[in-house]
Nanobody, 125 residues
């Protein structure tokens, strides 16, 4: 069983930056691909960014490419999402996920093994 705890969300002005973190406990962290999803009010949960087991490969939603960077530190069992040039449309609850299957991050949420509780990111205009 893997527990995921997000932190670092908050309120930021448009154009600003924020870094959210996700600390894992239990399980073998390096055996999971990790990623971030977000869900805005009235919208479906969408994949934002993902990183493979060793950190060599990453994937981003088109809406965040060039602005967001995902990284992981297997020694600290933590995954990060650095968000720059934030826009009001980035406002959402951001969830961390751990999955043995990369397909989780293509949108097949049923293949995501573990979820965090979410952290709110609000971008004001």
């Amino acid at each position: 069983q893997v527990q995921l705890v997000e932190s670092g969300g908050g309120l930021v002005q448009a154009g600003g930056s924020l870094r959210v973190s996700c600390a894992a406990s239990g399980g073998l962290f390096s055996s999971y691909a990790m990623g971030w999803f977000r869900q805005a009010p009235g919208k479906e949960r969408e994949s934002v960014a993902a990183i493979d087991w060793g950190g060599a490969n990453t994937h981003y939603a088109d809406s965040v490419k060039g602005r967001f960077t995902i990284s992981r530190d297997n020694a600290k069992k933590t995954v990060y999402l650095q968000m720059n040039s934030l826009k009001p449309e980035d406002t959402a609850i951001y969830y961390c996920a751990a999955s043995r299957s990369w397909t989780c991050y293509s949108g097949t949420l049923s293949l995501c093994n573990y979820w965090g509780q979410g952290t709110q990111v609000t971008v004001s205009s």
